[in-house]
């Protein structure tokens, strides 16, 4: 490595950022052994970064009164100075985009190219998640789709019919995702099974009448008992799609579009710690590496540092500004006790950890980067020292009693308490409520039952009126939702 | 392996079409917002855009969440005192409702209103939205007294300050070339020729190549002979004149400024006046505003005497019509300007005038106008002028009266003077 500065400025120029990239790259490269998309880093102004900020950092995206609702405000929190904008917003795709403020000095934008364009993006290439739910190499492509399609729904049928339907798809986001299976390369027979099922599809909408003829005796009877669906299906937007008797063509092509959007923020939702963390800790560890080799000045460190420690501060439960678990500073913390258990293994971490303990840190991260998700990555590596450190503690809120109760700290007896019920609380599955396509009356009303299925006793919110008129518009047909508790008891919460 | 792209100069408002969208939904909270916005500040800064909010929770996105109640494991950073098993007073309020997540602070918190900031137009659109300019269509329909001089394409013909010299000298260009072309591939011929002859041995001041060259001659004459540029070339900008409806507006501001008109009332008059002329604003690319002021007898004056200025004295209403109707008869020809006045009042007029009044009105005024708002500033019982004007009113149509108790009720009298008229 030449001992050479690379600048003394804290403006950037396009030159020196370039420059800066080129090292970063290298380092990142040839010394960390970091995998990363191809990368495009564009400058942009404040308001366009508002801009971004409100379509959920997509650089395209259809149109929606909602995102125009974060538009504005956004824009009025930034201009009354109550919030910076993020130095940064990356998107999953190849080549990996990523954008830089204007208005950032030279520091600064060292640090986001560091933190999104080699931290980020090698988290994109490289985790289990996105690996397995999203193409990076089509999602750009497949906003454009989606946004032309939209827009051309809106010149046929109208912007407030979209609209409508929008509005629904968007509540029930959240519920059009598979958890568990991706769907399967097509083989062949699936491909034919397909094909037969278009075609019997075509010969329903000729013989109408075969539908309506009542089956004989016992074959019809055993029909009519049988639940549909047969198991209860838990991806609402998808049976929505492929089962709402009245959708048009073009509202299930809408469904579908909201539902890839969806499962494409999935694994997003699902790594915030890891994410963050793994990013945090190689803008770190990248700029300092700068830093040792004489690249940078005291001054770019400084100012580096400072807003460094300003992302990774954890301020203690008892402050007014408190908002729970920063998952910056945990994330940051964890992956930087990963190398600290590697290289100064002490004799509890020996015992904790006894696999990696005394590895070669570089691969035990980039293990954990790739194979976890924020609950497992925290069940698996949280170490009591960092318990320590963070000084966690456990507090069960049972509503039957009449006070909360701690129930672990950070002692030995504690430890592994608190670190499951640390991994739980990043659980997506126990944090959104479990909803699922019971049953369909598929023979009287057409009605469907959805039923919740309680954890802990815990309700639902008061939304569930309103969207259960939201599922009802996309349904066409009588919607009701029913909550099952840990004892099994149903009980009907709601109908629309 | 890194591109760096500058976005800068990209289009900035890729949100605005959402933020239409958004403003489009909310309607009727925003309009709600946006008149409470105008009662309750001052009426002169009115032009510029306003803050308003609607309540977050008529624009919140639901999502199924969970509620409050059940059991619930929480772990918290920072742990100061606490040891296992203590117990803790469940704190007042939603500090349950931070366990590391947004969504769920979403549903129960805020009855804030979410606030935002319009832009002038938004808020002009919003403030006048469903308002309707009487009689405007007939303007449009008929005033079509201007004209506006819009480019159509060339012309062979026109005026030498309209030629267009590049189009000129490109025509030029391609009728020399046109014109020279045979002559020119003659002399090719003829050259070739000439090269033919002295390769197969023929001598220069042969007569076959001394023909040839004369002629080559004869023939770049007639070349350097075309007129570089010929009447024929010339290509004039041509214009025509676009009939334009009629865009220009005067509004007559009339007001009594006698001992009983005091500030407060002035103030309501000009809040109403300022209205006035900002719906005006929206319709009109030219407004001029003529201020007529009066007690026994009325004046033309400036803005700030207009609003500004004490008088006291007794009251003859007919003083400011009958100065009205000379200003317009003088200045305004009712083909071309389209005409509104408001006048303000608090309804005194000496006794004998209002009459007066009425036929100046019926017979002088009102055929001029395209629409007459007449307010009455007064707590009080209506006075002869009023029961005076509602006899103007049956006559003409485009006749209207209201009256103004305080501030509050400003703008609603506004919107009921010009409401659009269901057809």
């Known amino acids: ?496 | 392996m890194s591109h760096f792209i500058d976005r800068r100069l990209n289009g900035r408002n890729k949100s605005a079409v959402n933020r239409q969208r958004f403003l489009k939904r909310y309607k009727t909270q925003l309009k709600r917002a946006v008149a409470d916005a105008v009662d309750n500040r001052s009426i002169t800064d009115i032009d510029s855009g306003e803050k308003v909010g609607i309540p977050s929770r008529d624009i919140t996105e639901p999502v199924f969440h969970h509620g409050k109640g059940g059991v619930r494991d929480m772990v918290h950073p920072g742990n100061k005192e606490f040891m296992r098993g203590d117990k803790i007073r469940r704190p007042e309020g939603g500090s349950g409702e931070g366990s590391g997540q947004g969504k769920a602070g979403k549903g129960g918190a805020g009855e804030d209103d979410f606030v935002f900031e319009l832009s002038r137009e938004e808020f002009l659109d919003l403030l006048f939205d469903d308002l309707e300019l009487p009689n405007l269509v007939r303007n449009q329909l008929i005033g079509t007294t201007e004209f506006k001089t819009v480019r159509a394409g060339y012309a062979t013909q026109g005026a030498p300050n309209n030629i267009d010299v590049v189009r000129s000298l490109k025509g030029a260009i391609a009728r020399r070339t046109a014109l020279g072309a045979p002559s020119r591939s003659r002399i090719r011929e003829l050259e070739e020729e000439i090269e033919g002859l002295l390769a197969s041995g023929v001598a220069e001041d042969d007569i076959q190549v001394r023909e040839r060259r004369e002629e080559i001659d004869r023939l770049k004459t007639r070349i350097a002979a075309l007129p570089f540029i010929d009447t024929f070339d010339l290509r004039f900008q041509s214009f025509v004149k676009d009939p334009q409806p009629t865009s220009k507006a005067v509004m007559l501001c009339i007001m009594d400024v006698s001992g009983s008109m005091d500030q407060v009332r002035k103030n309501l008059a000009k809040r109403f006046f300022i209205l006035l002329y900002l719906f005006l604003q929206r319709n009109y690319d030219k407004i001029e505003v003529v201020f007529i002021r009066h007690h026994t007898i009325a004046q033309e004056v400036d803005e700030q005497e207009f609003f500004y200025s004490r008088e006291t004295g007794g009251t003859v209403v007919s003083s400011a019509l009958n100065l009205a109707y000379e200003v317009v008869k003088e200045r305004y020809d009712s083909s071309v300007w389209n005409i509104y006045a408001a006048q303000a009042s608090d309804g005194d007029n000496w006794d004998s005038d209002s009459g007066v009044c009425r036929d100046i009105m019926i017979q002088q005024l009102m055929p001029l106008m395209r629409y007459f708002a007449y307010v009455e500033i007064t707590p009080r019982q209506h006075q002869s002028l009023w029961y005076a004007y509602q006899e103007v009113m049956a006559a003409h149509p485009h006749f209207a009266m209201q009256e103004i108790g305080g501030a509050e009720d400003i703008f609603p009298v506004f919107r009921e003077l010009f409401k659009r008229q269901e057809a």
């Not at chain 1, 366009?48 to 929190?77: C, N, R």
């Not at chain 1, 075609?199 to 009542?214: A, G, K, S, V």
């Not at chain 1, 400072?306 to 994330?331: E, K, R, W």
């Not at chain 1, 039952?449 to 639902?460: E, M, Q, V, Y």
């Open chain 1, 1 to 496: 490595m030449t001992k050479k500065l690379i600048t003394d400025s804290s403006e950037w120029s396009f030159p020196l950022l370039e420059r800066f990239d080129r090292e970063i790259a290298n380092l990142a490269h040839n010394v960390y052994g970091l995998d990363t998309y191809a990368n495009q880093v564009e400058v942009i102004s404040s308001e366009q970064m508002i801009d971004a900020y409100s379509s959920v950092g997509l650089p395209i995206y259809y149109h929606h009164w909602s995102f125009g609702k974060q538009f504005v405000s956004t824009e009025q929190t930034y201009r009354r100075g109550q919030m910076g904008l993020a130095y940064e917003i990356v998107i999953n795709s190849d080549p990996c985009i990523a954008y830089l403020m204007e208005e950032n000095s030279l520091p600064m934008q060292a640090l986001v190219i560091a933190h999104a364009c080699y931290g980020h993006n090698s988290f994109f290439k490289g985790n289990y998640l996105f690996r397995t739910w999203t193409s990076a190499d089509a999602i750009i492509d497949y906003l454009v789709f989606a946004r032309k399609y939209i827009a051309q729904c809106e010149e046929r049928y109208g912007h407030e019919e979209v609209e409508l339907l929008l509005d629904s798809c968007h509540a029930l986001m959240n519920h059009g995702v598979d958890r568990y299976k991706r769907p399967a390369p097509l083989t062949m027979a699936e491909e034919q099974r397909r094909q037969r099922e278009r075609e019997d599809y075509l010969q329903y909408q000729i013989n109408d009448l075969w539908r309506t003829l009542p089956l004989h005796g016992g074959a019809a009877e055993e029909q009519a008992e049988r639940r549909w669906p047969e198991e209860p299906q838990e991806n609402l937007l998808y049976f929505i799609e492929k089962n709402a008797p009245l959708l048009e063509p073009w509202q299930r092509e809408v469904v579908r579009i909201v539902r890839k959007i969806g499962q494409y923020f999935y694994p997003q939702r699902q790594t915030q710690v890891m994410n963050e963390g793994w990013a945090t800790y190689w803008h770190y560890t990248l700029l300092n590496h700068l830093y040792d080799d004489g690249h940078v000045t005291d001054g770019f460190m400084m100012e580096f540092l400072q807003s460094h420690t300003g992302v990774v501060f954890q301020p203690p439960f008892d402050v007014p500004y408190y908002s729970g678990i920063n998952p910056y500073a945990l994330g940051f913390a964890m992956m930087r006790d990963i190398r600290r258990i590697c290289e100064e293994p002490t004799d509890e971490d020996r015992y904790w950890f006894p696999d990696i303990a005394g590895g070669d840190w570089k691969k035990v991260l980039d293990f954990a980067m790739r194979n976890f998700k924020d609950e497992s990555f925290i069940a698996q590596f949280l170490s009591p020292t960092l318990m320590r450190e963070f000084r966690l503690f456990s507090i069960c809120d049972d509503d039957r009693e009449e006070h909360m109760q701690v129930t672990a700290i950070h002692e030995e007896q504690g430890y592994r308490a608190l670190r499951q019920s640390l991994a739980e609380q990043y659980n997506l599955g126990s944090r959104e409520p479990n909803i699922q396509v019971f049953s369909v009356d598929r023979r009287g009303d057409r009605s469907m039952t959805l039923r919740h299925f309680t954890h802990n006793r815990r309700p639902l919110g008061d939304s569930v009126e309103e969207m259960l008129r939201h599922i009802r518009r996309l349904w066409g047909f009588a919607v009701r939702l029913e909550t099952v508790d840990d004892q099994g008891r149903v009980q009907l919460i709601g109908e629309a």
